[in-house]
């Protein structure tokens, strides 16, 4: 079992960065992950991390998120530089341990223009 907390969401203007924290409990998960979801639009993927520390990012993202791992204290990380409005959602952390998927509850990002 995995039990996932988000942290650091809130308010920013264009141009600004935040960092959102994922704190797992249980056992430490082999892919970890950022996804998020606009009002209106599907869930998509963001970030994720794998056990090799391998990296995969959503396009929109590319060049201006980066994801991390602390695996001593089960926790995952994504850093959002030069945000947009259009980066505004919620973000979920995900996490795959044994083929099973477990999600956190989201936290809210919003970027103002």
């Known amino acids: 079992q995995v039990q996932l907390v988000e942290s650091g969401g809130g308010l920013v203007q264009t141009g600004g960065s935040l960092r959102l924290s994922c704190v797992a409990s249980?056992?430490?998960?082999?892919?970890m992950g950022w996804y998020r979801q606009a009002p209106g639009k599907q869930r998509e993927l963001v970030a994720r991390i794998n056990s090799g520390d391998s990296t995969n990012y959503g396009d929109s993202v590319k060049g201006r998120f980066t994801i991390s791992r602390d695996n001593t204290i089960n926790t995952v990380y994504l850093q959002m530089n030069s945000l947009k409005p259009e980066d505004t959602a919620v973000y979920y952390c995900k996490a795959i341990l044994i083929g099973k998927v477990y999600w956190g509850r989201g936290t809210q990002v919003t970027v103002s223009s």
């Open positions: 249980g056992s430490i998960a082999s892919s």
